[in-house]
């Protein structure tokens, strides 16, 4: 019987997996493509923030050129 279970359970957590690496995009060219600025253009900058208690917060927050 705890055979039977841990298949079931290996078998439901392979089913459930499977459309997340079923997808693949139908354009070569949106390989190619990126949201984001390349990585040499950004960069990360702390900003002390005050908050209208008097706490300081250090807040990052990414610059890009």
């Not at 957590?13 to 499977?18: E, G, I, S």
């Not at 390349?38 to 900003?47: A, E, I, N, P, Y």
Request: proline share 8%.
């Amino acid at each position: 019987m705890k055979k039977l279970l841990i298949t079931v359970a290996a078998a439901t957590v392979l089913v459930a997996a499977a459309p997340a690496f079923a997808a693949a995009p139908t354009d070569d060219a949106e390989w190619g493509r990126s949201p984001y600025p390349s990585v040499g253009d950004c960069h990360f900058v702390l900003k002390r923030m005050i908050t209208p208690i008097g706490r300081v917060v250090l807040q990052e927050q990414q610059v890009c050129a």
